[in-house]
């Protein structure tokens, strides 16, 4: 079974940095993607940036420039270092594997249980 388990959220001031952690766990015969997600109290999840297999990055708009995504194969890790945070980054975090073969043939996606961001002004 894959099992995603984010780690390094907390609380924070305007301006600080927090570095979120995803380890993942369980045979992955493939995958197309991870990323990171969030979703602040009353709206709905978005995505804040994704590291596909080959290495190509992707990051919300509103992100650009202070989030980095990364991932470390060896250690089965995903990363994302945060920069310059706002208060509108408060979120719950989330870990997304997207596309993973999970069986030879079988696909689906997995998310972690979340992480809490917090950042006060």
């Known amino acids: 079974q ?3 388990v984010e780690s390094g959220g907390g609380l924070v001031q ?3 940095s927090l570095r979120l ?3 993942t766990s369980g ?3 493939g995958y197309n993607a991870m990323g990171w997600y969030r979703q602040a109290p009353g709206n709905q999840r978005e995505l804040v940036a994704t590291i ?3 290495g190509s990055t992707n990051y919300a708009d509103s ?8 991932r470390d194969h060896v250690k089965n890790m995903v990363y994302l270092q945060m920069n310059n945070l706002k208060p509108e980054d408060t979120a719950v975090y989330y ?3 997207d596309r993973v073969m999970y069986t030879p043939g079988l696909t689906r996606d997995f998310w972690g249980q979340g992480t809490q961001v917090t950042v006060s002004s």
Request: net charge positive; aromatic share 8%.
């Open 21 to 23: 952690s995803c380890a």
């Open 95 to 97: 870990c997304n594997a």
């Open 52 to 54: 596909t297999r080959g």
């Open 63 to 70: 992100v650009k420039g202070r989030f980095t995504i990364s």
């Open 2 to 4: 894959v099992q995603l």
């Open 27 to 29: 045979t992955i015969f």
């Open 14 to 16: 305007a301006g600080g």
